[in-house]
Each structure stands twice: as C-alpha cells, then as structure tokens.
T-cell receptor
Framework: GNSVTQMEGPVTLSEEAFLTINCTYT??????LFWYVQYPGEGLQLLLK?????DKGSNKGFEATYRKETTSFHLEKGSVQVSDSAVYFC?????????????FGAGTTVTVRA | EAQVTQNPRYLITVTGKKLTVTCSQN?????MSWYRQDPGLGLRQIYY???????DKGDVPEGYKVSRKEKRNFPLILESPSPNQTSLYFC???????????FGPGTRLLVL
C-alpha cells in the first residue's frame, strides 16, 4: 500500500543550524508528496509539494526533492530561525483509476533556540 | 478571505452525549475531509467527501458520522462519544481529490 514514514523527533537546534527531516514512502503507483507545517495552536498549512520524480519543492528557505530511486522526500533548510519552530508532517496522496490513498507521517517536532 | 472555519474550537463533554462539530469553507472546494490528530500517530483520516451527497470512509471511521448536504459544509457527528475519541480534530478542503489541502484551525475535544 501507500504510506509514509518520517523521522521521529523531537529535534532541537540552535538558530542558523542546518535542518534535515527524513521522509520515506512506499507506493504502488506515482504519488504526489507534500510537506505540511503546523505552528503552535494552528492548523496545518502547506509548506511545499512535488508531484513527480525529480521535482524539487521549495518555500521559505525549505527544500525537498522527490527521489524515486530512494523513495524519499527529505526536508532541508540551510539556516533555521526561531520562527521555524513547529511540527512538520510529510504526506502523500495517490490517485489511481480505481484507488485513492492519503497518508500522513507521525509528525516531527522541531524547536529552534536563539 | 479564503478560509475554513470549525466550531466549536474547544469542547468538553461526557460519554454518550451526542455532539456535532461544524466545518464550513468559502472556497467552493469539491473535496472535504476530517482528521484526528493524536500524539505519535500523526493525522488519521476519518471521513472524506468528494462532492455533495458523496462521502466515504477514511482510515478510522468507527464512532463517527458525516453528511454533505451543501458544498460548503461538512459536519462531523459523534452519536455517542467515548473517551477514546478525545483528540484534536481538523477539517480540511481542497479543490479536487489529491490536491493541496487547506486546514481549519482545529477542534480540541475532551470526552469524560
């Protein structure tokens, strides 16, 4: 089936550190991949997405590349800020001719200290 | 302003007392969905709807009901809440199935 597994947290970093959150997926077809972010007390919002292999999604200094060969969609940011403290969710959606699947990872809590 | 609204935002209730959490969107989206968020489990889909009068079960539908009588509204109904339904609930919408979802602010439910 289609599912995602993401790195467990929590992750604590200092400002300007490099952030990586690993996400791998299993898929029977060609899913779309997403990273959502949840700031404290809020709902989830889209951070970035990629819809096909080798696509790179980017937003707010974050990047993730859809790697079919390693079935991964790791999230990276070169220099984090305190405002990046949030919970990050990897997700996939697969829409086939007779099938639909949506899956979220468990979430990774990131805390950035000044 | 494009938005997804949920009410109530916080609710404390007792076992067996029927409740409804409302969800409304003003973006004319076809697809709406309900999730629950629990520590260590991420988001799990309860029900989804691809259009008016079309609903389907997600991964954890037991104990919940939904209806989609109008395009903009997708209420979540707990006929007889139990303590294991204590959770944070999110409504989400997207233009079509499989596309980026827009989430409401969440409803925190405590069932005693």
């Amino acid at each position: 089936g289609n599912s995602v597994t993401q790195m467990e947290g929590p992750v604590t970093l200092s400002e300007e550190a490099f952030l990586t959150i690993n996400c791998t997926y299993t898929a029977t077809g060609y899913p779309s991949l997403f990273w959502y972010v949840q700031y404290p007390g809020e709902g989830l919002q889209l951070l970035l997405k990629a819809t096909k292999a080798d696509d790179k999604g980017s937003n707010k200094g974050f990047e993730a590349t859809y790697r079919k060969e390693t079935t991964s969609f790791h999230l990276e940011k070169g220099s984090v800020q305190v405002s990046d403290s949030a919970v990050y969710f990897c997700a996939l959606t697969y829409l086939g001719p007779n099938d639909y699947k949506l899956s979220f990872g468990a979430g990774t809590t990131v805390t950035v200290r000044a | 302003e494009a938005q997804v609204t949920q009410n109530p935002r916080y609710l404390i209730t007792v076992t067996g007392k029927k409740l409804t959490v409302t969800c409304s969107q003003n973006m004319n989206h076809e697809y709406m969905s309900w999730y629950r968020q629990d520590p260590g489990l991420g988001l799990r889909q309860i029900y989804y709807s691809m259009n008016v009068e079309v609903t389907d079960k997600g991964d954890v539908p037991e104990g919940y009901k939904v209806s989609r009588k109008e395009k903009r509204n997708f209420p979540l109904i707990l006929e007889s809440p139990s303590p294991n339904q204590t959770s944070l609930y999110f409504c989400a919408t997207s233009p079509y199935l499989g596309e980026t979802q827009y989430f409401g602010p969440g409803t925190r439910l405590l069932v005693l």
